[in-house]
């Protein structure tokens, strides 16, 4: 069913998904559906909560790997970025941050817990970089925070479809600015 709204969203977003045509595809009734999530909004977020989950599995097993912490830092950056226009995670994100400014708090708690994982599993990735030497030293709060800054600003470009801004653009931007602020006083 999550699967299914996630589609539709990222198809036509969250306007163009109603209860009585998810119903429909998913063989349910719109009021069964909003037995289960009461609102648009809640189908929303836990469809977002669900494909998190999904992204937050193949996060952690990325980062566990056996790799140099800046093969890491790539594959982070690489799982982060959208694949292109209308990319259905980067869509619902959109749309949760769309309804962010309205939204109950905790509607907004979930959605800091989920943003909250992305900044830790960084900051830990950073740490372990600097400490061994791969990454200049730094702040590994403080560059997470205007790592992620950065790849959502590029990430919403590219989600968008701005002109310019596809995601192979994207990669080299925020490769070089990793090279520059990052890697390049690190130890050989």
């Known amino acids: 069913m999550l699967a299914a709204a996630m589609a539709t969203i990222a198809e036509r977003g969250l306007d163009g998904l109603t209860m009585a045509g998810l119903g429909r595809e998913v063989g349910m009734s719109s ?32 980062l566990s790997r056996q790799a140099p912490a800046a093969e890491r830092l790539d594959a982070y950056v690489e799982l982060y970025v959208p694949d292109g226009p209308r990319d259905p995670h980067w869509t619902l994100w959109l749309e949760v941050w769309n309804r962010s400014q309205t939204a109950p708090d905790d509607a907004r708690a979930r959605q800091a817990a989920i943003e909250g994982a992305w900044h830790r599993d960084l900051v830990a990735l950073l740490a ?55 890697l390049s006083a690190a130890r050989s």
Do not use: C, M
Request: negative net charge; proline residues 2%; hydrophobic residues 40%.
């Open 31 to 62: 009021g069964h559906l909003l037995y289960y999530f009461r609102t648009k909004d809640e189908l929303l977020l836990q469809t977002l909560e669900w494909s998190e989950n999904r992204l937050g599995a193949e996060r952690s097993a990325l």
């Open 128 to 182: 372990e970089g600097i400490s061994r030497g791969d990454f200049r030293p730094v702040d590994a709060d403080r560059f997470a925070t205007r790592l992620r800054a950065v790849l959502d600003g590029f990430s919403v470009h590219v989600a968008v479809g701005i002109p310019g801004t596809d995601r192979g653009r994207v990669l080299v931007h925020v490769r070089e600015f990793l090279a520059e602020s990052l």
